[in-house]
């Protein structure tokens, strides 16, 4: 009853010590292999007295010498820190029996438990107080030999014990004349920690020698002594170990003609030579071998009536009375357990029959489970102690599984047969297929029907449109993402399970006169661009599981992937039809084209058949995740080749237009840079001096052949590498300028091989990169296209290992009636103003576009604050709203993004200026950013002249 289990908040399984009941045997603290369990005794506040002067006499129990084999040197260590006396306590083990003979003789009790060990007393006093009257009324061998030094020998001062024990604690307070409890394993711990040498003197004990009492503290030591003065005749039983507590019980319950004259107990198995504060790992044979020697040598002594002429000595010196002792019950209280209390526990157990409730198995370590009932109720064990019990519920939770890994093998074939009906459908037949899918989903997951829904903006504001539906059909309805509250968080990736009485007005209203109670939604994204959703309709409240959630993802992929699909195979027969039709170009195309889209989605059924053949949880779970990564990749594919397929229509066409080349390479690295930053990778530019910047031509073409070698670079360098970037201009003639561009990487190189295919359609440098990379080939194919309309050239310097360098040539008319402008100032000195006087806010979250903008405007000595998104920037203007002069707002950024920013800073009443950036300049935006609050806006990517020109325009400048 001493250790209660239970279980802390975070469902661990503790015990702790109740005191109130702990007899301080020690067994916790022997069984703990892991220091959960220490005590404290009396040790260091033995030491600091004797520093302090305190005279202290010293006791030590005889099995110092199997603990202490240098104990002689350990007594002159005591005495060098200026203890007075030391004496054995073999002494007071005869003086102990010597009180017990003559207490039998003279009062002649009924049958005694004798050898008074602490633990067994506690015990008694504590869990058996029917057997204090059984308990010898006579002190310990310690405490027969305190109180001879106080009474016969007249010490002053304190007395100080060296024992084995941890609960002579408790018997020295109950006496109360020994003062310090000194156990042998906390002393080696004081001495090891103060690095204590023993000195080479010797010493020895202060009085003469004793007898038999030199055997004592093994087991049955006392019977020993018994049994030479009383003979065999008197039965002397004895008990020690885990197994003498039982005995004790057994005792209790015995008649008194069944019980031994003497039970002679002890709380160790091995006695006081390996007690509960004895000195670990001592050999128990070296132990044994010590007492039988000091045993041959006692048991000689009797021969020369040593042992007989020492008992008349004290029968005339001292007075038994003195050598008595009493015991008494402590308050500890032991509440009563009504039949109700253990019925409410055998309910935790889950044990509702005689059978169950009469197991015994005794493996919680109780001898019943009633006993194991009884001790849940006292809140001293837990029901999961229970061996039965935690067997049922790893069957229940079996049973469990079993249901699951059923069920998980029924979505399986379900994404199977969808996926299957949906690779083989003819374009004729795909709209009736959609809804024999749709059906078999909705019955499998047992609902009332599935919508699957596709995302679009209009005028400025979000539409959900209801392409397929099973069993409405194909309806045709489309509804204002307004009306549900949850919208966001769809587009935010997060799927989305309601019941109809948490849904708010317009959602009841809505789903109500459907007499739908229940809905789950998935998102849909193509490359992390939201596609819109599938969802789930029930017409009763219910709940859904991560399983169901999965499935109804999986399915929505391969559906979306499959109306993708077929959308842009009708626009690529199309443009077949209307270009040339039977070109090798056109067929080659399309045939590899259906190749990149039909491997994942064999992979997705092909992963179904495994999982299938399966019973294995695991492999089930590997499945699912392959299935996911495979929809993900398909939906990839599909969006580069319609990406690809608006250059691959039809003849490469190039338009011709004035563009800044300045600006040009900072909106490529503004979108470049977020995707480098996410593997830490260092983005370099180099725009040689003297470069023009203004030019005629197809700025688009231009971009997006610097942007695909960016694009490869990023993706085929490890993380912390570097790209660096470089412009020159290599020749000029009749106002047209020959321009190089290079793309350098640290990535991971290329070997001549696979340079010799790099620029062929559809092929990558290695059959391998698609699985490890993915991508469908066409990039540097359309960028080799580009340049060479361009009467320039590409090519790669590359080594396996050591990065690789692309390199391009470009032919492109100077705009010079536009200006002189060149790449190292786009502003004479002169004609920068001073605005050192005024703070500008930035709320822009990509890093690379917040440092070019701060590069920009630090001629001007404006002071600059950034926020990475709008809720910052939110922050910082209300913590100190006349602390900035003008705020700078990108319209797209996480969190919060710029237009929400702006109203909340408006409800406040301030006039501040703010200044959208955007990069449509569509009168759309402009129109919505004006009606958000803004003053004005700026085109990304930035021009310095249109930022002086605003900062100038609302916050007014000086000229140096």
């Given at each position: 009853?001493?250790?209660?289990?239970?279980k802390?908040e975070?469902?661990?399984?503790k015990?702790?010590?109740d005191?109130?009941?702990?007899i301080?045997?020690?067994?916790?603290?022997a069984?703990?292999?892991h220091n959960?369990?220490?005590?404290e005794?009396d040790?260091?506040?033995?030491?600091?007295?004797l520093?302090?002067g305190?005279p202290?006499?010293?006791?030590?129990?005889?099995?110092?010498?199997?603990?202490?084999?240098?104990?002689?040197q350990?007594?002159?260590?005591?005495r060098?820190?200026?203890v007075?006396?030391i004496?054995d306590v073999s002494?007071g083990?005869d003086?102990?029996?010597?009180?017990?003979?003559?207490?039998?003789?003279?009062?002649?009790?009924g049958?005694?438990i004798?050898?008074?060990?602490p633990?067994?007393?506690?015990?008694?006093?504590?869990?058996?107080?029917?057997?204090?009257k059984n308990?010898?009324?006579l002190h310990?061998p310690m405490?027969?030999l305190?109180?001879y030094?106080?009474?016969?020998?007249?010490i002053?001062?304190?007395?100080a014990?060296?024992?084995?024990?941890?609960?002579k604690?408790?018997?020295?307070e109950?006496i109360?004349?020994?003062d310090y409890?000194?156990?042998?394993?906390?002393l080696?711990?004081?001495?090891?920690?103060?690095?204590?040498?023993?000195p080479?003197e010797?010493s020895?004990?202060?009085?003469?020698e004793s007898?038999?009492g030199?055997?004592?503290?093994?087991?049955?030591g006392?019977?020993?002594?018994?049994?030479l003065f009383?003979?065999?005749?008197?039965r002397?039983d004895?008990?020690?170990?885990s197994t003498?507590?039982q005995d004790?019980?057994?005792?209790a319950e015995?008649?008194?003609?069944?019980?031994?004259?003497i039970?002679d107990?002890l709380?160790?198995?091995e006695?006081?030579?390996?007690?509960s504060?004895?000195?670990k790992?001592?050999n128990i044979?070296?132990i044994?071998?010590d007492?039988n020697k000091a045993?041959?040598l006692?048991?000689?002594?009797?021969?020369s009536d040593?042992v007989k002429?020492l008992?008349d000595h004290?029968?005339?010196?001292?007075?038994?009375?003195?050598?008595k002792?009493?015991?008494?019950?402590?308050?500890?209280?032991?509440?009563?357990?009504?039949?109700?209390?253990?019925r409410?526990a055998?309910a935790l157990?889950?044990?509702?029959?005689?059978?169950?409730q009469?197991?015994n198995?005794g493996?919680?370590?109780?001898n019943?489970c009633?006993?194991?009932?009884?001790?849940?109720?006292l809140h001293?064990?837990?029901p999961v102690n229970?061996?039965?019990?935690s067997r049922?519920?790893m069957?229940r939770e079996?049973q469990?599984?079993?249901d699951?890994?059923?069920r998980?093998?029924?979505?399986?074939?379900l994404?199977?047969r969808?996926?299957?009906y949906l690779i083989s459908?003819?374009?004729?037949?795909?709209?009736?297929t959609?809804?024999?899918v749709?059906?078999?989903?909705?019955?499998t997951l047992?609902?009332r029907g599935v919508?699957?829904?596709?995302?679009?903006?209009?005028?400025g504001?979000?539409?959900?449109?209801r392409l397929y539906?099973?069993?409405?059909?194909?309806?045709?309805?489309i509804?204002?993402?307004?009306?549900?509250s949850?919208?966001s968080l769809?587009?935010a990736?997060?799927n989305v399970t309601r019941k109809?009485?948490?849904?708010?007005q317009a959602e009841?209203?809505?789903y109500?006169?459907?007499?739908?109670?229940?809905?789950?939604?998935?998102?849909?994204?193509?490359?992390?661009?939201?596609?819109?959703?599938?969802?789930l309709n029930?017409?009763?409240e219910r709940?859904?599981s991560?399983e169901?959630v999965s499935?109804l993802?999986a399915?929505g992929?391969?559906?979306?992937?499959?109306?993708i699909?077929r959308?842009v195979t009708?626009k690529?027969?199309?443009?077949?039809e209307?270009a040339?039709?039977?070109t090798?170009?056109?067929s080659?195309?399309?045939?590899?084209?259906?190749?990149?889209?039909?491997?994942p989605?064999n992979?997705?059924?092909?992963?179904?058949?495994?999982?299938e053949?399966?019973?294995?949880?695991e492999?089930?779970?590997?499945c699912l995740?392959?299935?996911?990564?495979?929809?993900n990749?398909l939906?990839?594919?599909?969006?580069?080749?319609l990406d690809?397929?608006?250059?691959?229509?039809?003849?490469l066409?190039?338009d011709?237009a004035?563009?800044?080349l300045?600006?040009?390479i900072?909106?490529?690295?503004?979108?470049i840079g977020?995707?480098?930053?996410?593997?830490?990778?260092?983005?370099?530019?180099d725009?040689?001096?003297?470069?023009?910047?203004?030019?005629?031509?197809?700025?688009?073409r231009?971009s997006?052949?610097?942007t695909?070698?960016?694009?490869n670079?990023?993706?085929?360098?490890?993380?912390?590498g570097?790209?660096?970037?470089?412009?020159?201009?290599i020749?000029r003639?009749?106002?047209?300028s020959?321009l190089?561009?290079s793309?350098?990487?640290?990535?991971i190189g290329?070997?001549a091989?696979?340079?010799?295919?790099?620029?062929?359609?559809?092929?990558q440098a290695?059959?391998?990169?698609t699985q490890?990379?993915g991508?469908?080939?066409?990039?540097l194919?359309?960028?080799?296209?580009?340049?060479?309309?361009m009467?320039g050239k590409?090519w790669?310097?590359?080594?396996?290992?050591k990065g690789?360098?692309f390199?391009f040539?470009?032919?492109?008319?100077?705009d010079?009636?536009?200006?002189a402008?060149?790449a190292?100032?786009?502003?004479?000195?002169n004609e920068i103003?001073?605005?050192?006087?005024?703070?500008?806010?930035?709320a822009?979250?990509?890093?690379?576009n917040?440092?070019?903008?701060?590069?920009?405007?630090?001629?001007?000595?404006?002071?600059?604050?950034t926020?990475?998104?709008?809720?910052?920037?939110l922050?910082?203007?209300?913590?100190d709203p006349?602390?900035?002069?003008?705020?700078?707002?990108?319209?797209?950024?996480?969190e919060?993004?710029g237009?929400?920013a702006?109203r909340?800073?408006?409800?406040?009443g301030?006039?501040?200026?703010i200044v959208?950036?955007t990069?449509n300049?569509?009168?759309?935006d402009?129109?919505?950013?004006?009606?958000a609050?803004?003053?004005?806006?700026l085109?990304?990517?930035?021009?310095?002249?249109?930022v002086?020109?605003k900062?100038?325009?609302?916050c007014?400048a000086?000229n140096p």
């Open positions: 009853m001493a250790n209660l289990t239970y802390d975070q469902g661990n399984i015990v702790k010590v005191h109130n009941h702990c301080a045997c020690g067994a916790c603290i069984v703990c292999k959960a369990r220490h005590y005794d040790t260091e506040a033995f030491f600091n007295d520093e302090a305190v202290i006499t010293l006791i030590a129990a005889p099995s110092i010498k199997t603990n202490f084999p240098a104990w002689p350990v007594l002159a260590y005591f060098s820190k200026g007075k006396k004496y002494m083990a003086i102990c029996v010597w009180a017990l003979l003559r207490y039998i003789e003279r009062e002649n009790p049958p005694l004798t050898q008074p060990c633990a067994i007393v506690s015990y008694c006093e504590i869990h058996r107080p029917s057997l204090l308990l010898a009324p310990s405490g027969c305190a109180v030094l106080k009474e016969y020998e007249k002053e001062g304190k007395i014990a060296i024992s084995p024990c941890i609960s604690a408790n018997e020295f109950d109360g004349i020994i409890n000194i156990t042998y394993a906390k080696e711990e004081y001495f090891e920690y103060f690095r204590i040498s023993m080479t010797e020895g004990f202060d009085h003469h007898g038999l030199a055997v004592f503290p093994a087991p049955g006392l019977k020993e002594n018994l049994e009383l003979g065999k005749s008197v002397v004895k008990s020690e170990g003498v507590y004790l019980d057994s005792y015995t008649p008194e003609e069944y019980r031994p004259r039970f107990v709380n160790c198995m006695g006081c030579n390996i007690g504060g004895c000195v790992n001592k044979f070296h044994q071998s007492m045993r041959q006692a048991l000689e002594k009797p021969n040593f002429n008992f004290y029968d005339k010196v001292f007075d038994l009375q003195k050598f002792r009493k015991y008494t019950r402590p308050q500890a209280y032991v509440p009563e357990i009504s039949e109700r209390e253990i409410l055998f157990l889950d044990k509702d029959t005689w059978e169950k009469n197991f198995c493996a919680c370590g109780s019943s009633r006993e194991m009932a009884r001790k849940i109720a001293i064990n837990i229970c061996i039965v019990n049922d519920n069957e079996h469990k599984n079993l699951l890994y059923k998980n093998v029924i979505y399986l074939e994404v199977h969808i996926g299957e459908v003819n374009q004729d037949e795909f709209q009736d959609v809804l024999d749709l059906q078999d989903l909705s019955i047992n609902s919508r699957l829904w596709k995302y679009f903006e209009q005028d504001k979000g539409y959900f449109q539906s099973w069993p409405e059909g194909n309806l045709k309805e509804v204002p993402e307004s009306i549900l949850w919208a769809l587009k990736g997060k109809i009485s948490e849904m708010n009841t209203e809505y109500g006169k459907d007499s739908i109670n229940s809905i789950m939604s998935a998102p849909l994204s193509i490359r992390g661009e939201y596609w819109g959703f599938i969802s029930s017409d009763t709940g859904f991560e169901d499935v993802t399915c992929i391969l559906i979306v992937s499959s109306v699909e959308d009708e690529l027969i199309l443009a077949r209307a040339l039709a039977g090798r170009a056109k080659d195309f399309l045939s590899r084209m259906s190749h990149e889209i039909r491997t989605m992979a997705i059924i092909g992963m179904t058949k495994i999982a053949a399966s019973n294995d949880m492999k089930l779970r590997y995740s392959i299935i996911q990564s495979s929809s990749h939906l990839g594919l599909i969006n580069d080749i690809m397929s608006k250059i691959e229509a039809g003849k066409e190039l011709s004035p563009f800044n300045e600006r040009m900072a909106k490529i690295f503004s979108f977020e995707k480098a930053g996410q593997k830490s990778i260092k983005l370099g530019l725009l040689a001096k003297g470069i023009p910047v203004r030019f005629i031509g197809d700025e688009l231009l997006q052949v610097i695909n070698l960016l694009s670079a990023v993706k085929f360098t490890p993380d912390g570097t790209i660096n970037v470089e412009a020159h201009e020749g003639k009749d106002g047209v020959v190089r561009f793309v350098s990487d640290t990535g290329l070997t091989e696979q340079i010799s295919r790099l620029f062929t359609a559809f092929e290695d059959k391998n990169i490890r990379f991508g469908t080939g066409l990039g194919t359309i960028s080799k296209s580009v340049v060479e309309k009467n590409i790669v310097e590359s080594e396996m290992g690789s360098n390199i040539n470009v032919e492109l008319q100077r010079d009636a536009a200006s402008e060149s190292t100032a786009s502003i004479s000195s103003p001073d605005f050192s006087n005024f703070k500008l806010l930035l822009e979250d990509i890093e690379i917040r440092e070019i903008f701060i590069s920009l405007l630090e001629p001007t000595g404006i002071a600059i604050d926020a990475e998104n709008g809720r910052i920037a922050n910082k203007f209300k913590h006349d602390k900035y002069n003008i705020i700078i707002m990108d319209l797209q950024m996480p919060m993004n237009l929400e702006t909340a800073i408006r409800e406040s301030t006039q501040i200026p959208a950036m990069a300049a569509f009168k759309e402009v129109e919505q950013c004006l009606a609050g803004m003053n004005d806006h085109m990304k990517p930035i021009d310095l002249n249109a002086i020109e900062i100038g325009k609302y007014g000086k």
